[in-house]
């Protein structure tokens, strides 16, 4: 990418992300009729930007978080925020384990991934006319009698049964559609007329390729593997994909990368969860359009998925929160959307030992880890925990009057680095300047002004810790009352003192502090509490997580 010159986007991923974030309205936009609408992004509002940069959107995230000192995005992100600059990322793509959130920084506003209320479905019919429903972003129109030849890569002795990832003999699959575990972009170039494949784990997504596709679940797989094994001639078709409507969204998405906070354990990421999947944006119109080079279709829009997606959401926001307030710091941009997000919904994971035969000419036994998924609501009595989702479901008209924020500065974040045993070189490395821990108190990284509460222990013993947290009468000049409503897990012991605050100023301050106390929590778990400060009018509010390694 370095080598190439222009700054024309041969990937499409740029266009897309900067149209989700800043686009203008487009009537009639679409891919192929799907998706069929108004397009526009987060932030359509020519006055939510204004001149000048004031909002940085950085659509990159790995599976791994590294050291603030030896992190170019939290580096450029701090001397952003020191400058007024909010710095928005994605969390990362590396889905359901604990603890991949790459991106960590506290000065950082990190986005989660989540579902839209439109999802696009497909579905593969076989010869004996049963449908099986899927997910994929498939193009191509359904012709009449369009049925090709089915099957399943067999596997030898250095290949597994479904293993499309090794280039297979063209002759075998050319003119067929292939049932796959396990493919990869090699297979597209061998003539296959389809591909069905079999994966639990993405059903919320829906990908595009350069021939007609689905994504099927491990049972679907193995009534289609059943049909091919006991028919003489076994023929499938798979249809264009279809719009339908996501009652259950907005869902955490199944690849969105997980927290905690790998390198400050006791600052909860990621912060929010924003619009991810199957979002319809603008394309480049010399990129491929599924990403894969001998894909040969032109679009001006394209629907693809990622917290590369989520990430511009809530630039969009931001900026818009800024055009109201452009003299607010990055913080209070932060705090304001965090404080007013929406309990949204979430995936729980179960596990379970699925016995599958995917041996066609000799039966053999498979025992596969299959997950199933099923969607519960997002609420702290529902038992999901905010290590996915963060502060909850991007709300932007909210964040505009959230009432009080928990505001910070390069001051606050310097002092968390040295709470956080950060030596003075370290320090200069993320700041840039002269800053240092001369005259710091011994506190701990949790003692950051931050929208959101989080305390790593350990697993086994009884636990007692305190947030100490400022909050900044952003509402008005007249008088506001505020009282504290606490929600904790029956395992927790939550308390807020003083439990009421009282403001006559626009900008005073007024300190509180949270309590938390426990029993003992067992490993890999998590116990939740939510802190809303409420007068009546404004609901602010703030998740706390308790959690064991």
């Known amino acids: 990418m370095l080598s190439e010159p222009s700054p024309r986007d041969f990937q499409g991923h740029g266009t897309h992300t900067a149209s989700t974030a800043a686009g203008r309205t487009v009537s009639h936009a679409n891919l192929y009729g799907l998706a069929k609408g108004m397009a526009r992004g987060a932030a359509a509002f020519d006055d939510a930007i204004s001149d000048g940069v004031d909002i940085i959107s950085l659509s990159v995230g790995g599976d791994i978080a590294a050291d603030y000192f030896q992190d170019s995005i939290a580096i450029g992100a701090f001397h952003a925020m020191a400058n007024g600059i909010l710095t928005s990322t994605a969390a990362g793509n590396a889905g359901l384990y604990r603890g991949k959130v790459s991106n960590v920084a506290p000065w950082t506003l990190v986005a989660a991934a989540s579902s839209i209320d439109r999802h696009i479905i497909d579905k593969v019919v076989t010869g004996n006319h049963v449908s099986t429903l899927g997910a994929s972003v498939n193009t191509f129109a359904t012709k009449n009698r369009d049925d090709h030849p089915l099957i399943y890569m067999q596997g030898n002795a250095t290949i597994l049964p479904g293993d499309c990832t090794a280039l297979p003999d063209i002759n075998i699959v050319k003119g067929k559609i292939v049932l796959c575990k396990h493919f990869s972009d090699e297979i597209f170039i061998t003539g296959i007329k389809g591909l069905i494949y079999i994966d639990d784990s993405s059903l919320d997504v829906s990908d595009l390729y350069p021939v007609p596709f689905i994504t099927v679940s491990s049972l679907d797989g193995l009534n289609l593997l059943s049909y091919i094994n006991n028919t003489k001639n076994p023929v499938a078709n ?11 969204a907005p869902l955490v998405a199944s690849f969105s990368s997980r927290g905690p906070n790998t390198i400050t354990p006791d600052i909860l990421k990621p912060d929010i969860s924003a619009p991810g999947i199957d979002i ?20 001006k829009y394209n629907i693809i998925s990622g917290t590369s997606l989520a990430c511009p959401h809530v630039t969009g926001a931001a900026a818009y929160v800024k055009s109201f307030h452009p003299n ?11 404080t007013t997000g929406l309990m949204t919904k979430h995936y729980i994971i179960y596990l379970c030992s699925s016995t599958l035969f995917f041996e066609a000419s000799e039966i053999s036994q498979f025992n596969l880890s299959s997950m199933l998924y099923t969607a519960k609501p997002m609420y702290p009595s529902s038992r999901q925990d905010e290590l996915s989702y963060g502060a909850g479901q991007l709300n932007p008209v909210k964040a505009v009057h959230p009432g009080l924020v928990y505001d910070a500065g390069a001051s606050d974040y310097v002092q968390m680095l040295c709470n956080s045993a950060y030596n003075e070189t370290m320090i200069k490395i993320v700041t840039g300047d002269a800053s240092s821990c001369s005259g710091s108190s011994n506190g701990t990284a949790r003692d950051l002004n ?15 810790a305190k947030f100490l947290r400022t909050v900044t009468n952003v509402g008005g000049a007249r008088r506001y009352r505020y009282k504290a409503e606490v929600w904790a897990d029956h395992k927790l012991n939550v308390t807020v003192n003083p439990s009421k605050l009282k403001f006559s100023e626009l900008k005073e301050k007024r300190q509180f502090t949270v309590s938390v106390s426990g029993g003992p929590l067992p490993g890999n778990s998590t116990a939740l509490a939510t802190v809303i400060w409420s007068d009546g009018k404004h609901q602010v509010r703030s998740v706390m997580v308790v959690y064991t390694d």
């Open 238 to 248: 798979i249809h264009k994909s279809e719009e339908v409507f996501d009652s259950e």
């Open 328 to 338: 607010w710091s990055p913080a209070a941009i932060m705090s304001a959307l965090m």
């Open 280 to 299: 319809l944006a603008a394309w480049s119109r010399v990129a491929p359009v599924s990403g894969i080079i001998n894909d040969t279709r032109v679009v």
């Open 450 to 464: 931050y929208p959101s509460m989080a305390l790593h222990v350990q697993s086994g013993k009884a636990f007692a």
